[in-house]
């Protein structure tokens, strides 16, 4: 398969000062070294528990975030774009901006209030050069019935909508200009469970309607497992585990994935199968103190000698990438 955007070697380091006047400085290791592909078309997860770096990520490829080092390519066939560390946020390509979009958790933080929904999506079409009333209205009126809502709706303001008619409008906001990839960081999360199946099936809908690839960032399983193709597997900063969601839920290799996927409620017992429950010890580790070796060796039940030595990176074995010493 085509690969639309590719990740390599993505490191984010934030440094956080503290102690006295601010003279003590700690580096946060968000993101440590993150590689990977996404296929043009499909829809690819990110899962991990809160703090492990998926939003960093996301960030990270839009560029509202520079990668301490690292590079993101883009390449659609048609258009293609790289930028790496050295790059000031402010470089980026404006078109890139355009191809790759970003839906928030929050829809209460990407709309304005004050703002009506017209003058809200009609910004990126601005910013692209379209200044044509008639022709704004047009896409605006278009895109608005194409995620469900009426076009009247926009002369009104996001107070009066409700949270999962917000997330629509955010929704609009980021396809309005016509994306490749929509990164939907945690799109459903604040919302309804019933709300949550909407607006899933409406991102499934727009998929194929507007020909998109997805970049899935969320940290519930089953939402994962219902909207993705492939998923990926983060813990502290790293991927551990990539590979078909069928391949990955139904036969976790990597014993941070197994775990995870042990903790996920079940409708019927028949669907764990052949799994056991594994319960992890301690604490996810502090971002800031690493332990030696392998991150996640000092809560691995499947630890061994070697664990504490050294990170393994993603390794492909028959289709599946893993990050272990195990693999
Ligand atoms: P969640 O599921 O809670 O959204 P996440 O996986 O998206 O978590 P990130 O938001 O990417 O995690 O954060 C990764 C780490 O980087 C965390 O330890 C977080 O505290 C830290 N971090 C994120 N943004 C900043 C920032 N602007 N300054 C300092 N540290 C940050
Ligand atoms: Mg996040």
């Known amino acids: 398969m085509q690969s639309i955007l590719t990740i390599n070697d993505l490191r984010k380091i934030y440094i956080k000062k503290n102690g006295f006047f601010n003279k003590e400085q700690t580096e946060i290791n968000a993101v440590n070294n993150v590689s990977f592909r996404v296929n043009a078309g499909e829809t690819l997860g990110i899962v991990g528990e809160s703090g492990c770096g998926k939003s960093t990520t996301g960030r990270c490829i839009i560029g509202i975030e520079t990668p301490t080092s690292g590079s993101v390519a883009y390449d659609d066939g048609q258009y293609s774009y790289r930028f790496d560390s050295q790059q000031k946020q402010n470089n980026i390509d404006r078109e890139y901006w355009h191809k790759v979009r970003y839906i928030f958790q929050d829809p209460n933080a990407s709309l304005n209030a004050r703002l009506s929904i017209y003058e809200s999506l009609s910004q990126p079409l601005v910013k692209m050069g379209i200044t044509r009333r008639s022709e704004i209205e047009t896409k605006v009126s278009q895109v608005l019935r194409d995620v469900g809502l009426r076009s009247e709706y926009m002369n009104r303001y996001p107070n009066e909508f409700s949270g999962g008619q917000r997330q629509r409008i955010s929704i609009a906001r980021a396809l309005i200009v016509n994306p490749k990839i929509v990164i939907a960081d945690e799109a459903v999360s604040a919302l309804d469970v019933s709300v949550q199946a909407q607006i899933l099936n409406l991102l499934q809908d727009l998929q194929h309607k507007y020909q998109l690839t997805y970049l899935f960032i969320s940290h519930d399983l089953s939402v994962i497992k219902h909207i993705c193709d492939r998923v990926a597997v983060m813990y502290m900063g790293s991927l551990v585990e990539l590979g078909s969601v069928e391949e990955v839920y139904s036969n976790p290799q990597h014993p941070y994935t197994k775990a995870l996927l042990s903790a996920m409620p079940i ?21 800031s103190c690493l332990p030696e070796g392998c991150n996640f060796s000092p809560r691995c039940p499947e630890r061994c000698d070697g664990c504490d030595q050294y990170q393994y990176e993603l390794v492909e074995t028959n289709q599946r990438h893993i990050a272990c010493i195990k693999a």
Do not use: I, Y
Request: hydrophobic fraction near 30%; aromatic fraction near 0%; charged fraction near 35%.
């Open 267 to 287: 409708s019927h017992p028949r669907e764990r199968g052949s799994m056991t429950r594994v319960a992890l010890r301690g604490e996810v580790a502090d971002p």
